[in-house]
């Protein structure tokens, strides 16, 4: 194909900046800009990429559950995948005085579909995005790597 024709094809181009941009005839359009504030990270364990991820308690007053229910739905925006969004369940045990809190459904396709594995990490966020009002949430895969006794992380695709 020649150089010319693949520069007049739309290009998106994300990083981990997180803005969106688009080259399209030569020229580049910013869509919008995100500005994440990092909740907490964590190194996945098995259980958390087969069953359920827990929820560390000290990060637990971020996802508020309505008094008298034991779950409720989030939707994250993917952070690499800026046009996905995915919508976990998280819940707490019914009965018991401490709350165990896990996302469940919608945590496992996404740990699948990044083919998250343990050892693996993911990061959620507090994101604000140009021109929209308020704080969305958001998800971040990382896939380790190990170059020269180093442990690397790299986003899935």
């Given at each position: 194909?020649p150089?010319?024709d693949?520069?007049?094809?739309?290009?998106?181009?994300?990083?981990?900046?997180?803005a969106?941009?688009?080259?399209v005839?030569?020229?580049i359009?910013?869509?919008?800009?995100?500005?994440?504030?990092?909740?907490?990270k964590?190194k996945?364990?098995?259980?958390?990429?087969k069953?359920?991820?827990t929820?560390p308690?000290?990060?637990?007053?971020?996802?508020?559950?309505?008094?008298?229910?034991?779950?409720?739905?989030f939707?994250f925006?993917?952070?690499?995948?800026?046009g996905?969004?995915w919508?976990f369940r998280?819940s707490t045990?019914r009965?018991?005085?401490?709350?165990?809190?896990?996302?469940s459904?919608?945590?496992?396709q996404?740990?699948?579909?990044?083919?998250?594995?343990e050892?693996?990490q993911?990061?959620?966020?507090?994101?604000?995005?140009d021109?929209?009002?308020?704080?969305?949430?958001?998800v971040?895969?990382?896939?380790?790597?190990?170059?020269?006794?180093?442990d690397?992380?790299?986003?899935?695709?």
């Amino acid at each position: 194909m020649p150089v010319r024709d693949s520069i007049n094809r739309a290009y998106t181009l994300v990083s981990t900046a997180v803005a969106s941009i688009f080259l399209v005839s030569g020229r580049i359009f910013r869509i919008f800009q995100m500005y994440p504030r990092l909740i907490f990270k964590k190194k996945l364990s098995q259980t958390d990429v087969k069953h359920r991820m827990t929820i560390p308690m000290q990060n637990f007053n971020v996802f508020q559950i309505p008094q008298g229910k034991h779950s409720k739905r989030f939707v994250f925006i993917d952070m690499i995948d800026t046009g996905r969004s995915w919508s976990f369940r998280c819940s707490t045990r019914r009965k018991d005085v401490y709350p165990k809190p896990v996302f469940s459904s919608g945590w496992i396709q996404y740990a699948r579909e990044k083919d998250l594995r343990e050892g693996d990490q993911v990061s959620f966020f507090f994101v604000e995005k140009d021109g929209e009002e308020g704080l969305r949430l958001g998800v971040q895969a990382q896939k380790k790597l190990r170059l020269w006794g180093q442990d690397c992380w790299t986003t899935p695709v």
